[in-house]
Nanobody, 134 residues
Framework: ERQLVESGGGLVQAGGSLRLSCAVS????????IGWFRQAPGKEREGLSC????????YYSDSVKGRFTTSNDNAKSTVYLQMDALKPDDTAVYYC???????????????????????????WGQGTQVTVAS
């Protein structure tokens, strides 16, 4: 059974840092790209980052480029999102997800493909809350 499980969320002061983890199981970790998304109250879910495991290619949205860094630990089948210089606007539920290999690795299309399969078993994690206090 494919599964993605996020952890590491919490409450942090503005300017602080958090590292989120996404533990992946039940599929060949190295085959598919994994991305991070977030959804703030009243807003649409947005793609933040993506990483492919065969060559470590990464991709970021303009909203987090330079502040957030994604990485992976293939031995642990875990993807990370290091978030620095956090702002109150970063408050949201954060998700990790895969496009189940539909696309061709990391690109803006990855986020569209992953969002199109929300609800498909084993494609999205359950989310972890991040709250940034001013």
């Amino acid at each position: 059974e494919r599964q993605l499980v996020e952890s590491g969320g919490g409450l942090v002061q503005a300017g602080g840092s958090l590292r989120l983890s996404c533990a992946v199981s039940g599929f060949r970790f190295k085959d598919w790209a994994i991305g991070w998304f977030r959804q703030a109250p009243g807003k649409e879910r947005e793609g933040l980052s993506c990483i492919t495991h065969n060559d470590g290619t990464t991709y970021y949205s303009d909203s987090v480029k330079g502040r957030f860094t994604t990485s992976n630990d293939n031995a642990k089948s875990t993807v990370y999102l290091q978030m620095d210089a956090l702002k109150p606007d970063d408050t949201a539920v954060y998700y990790c997800a895969t496009d189940l290999g539909i696309g061709d690795g990391c690109s803006p299309l990855f986020w569209t493909l992953a969002l199109n399969i929300v609800g498909t078993p084993g494609s999205w994690g359950q989310g972890t809350q991040v709250t940034v206090a001013s």
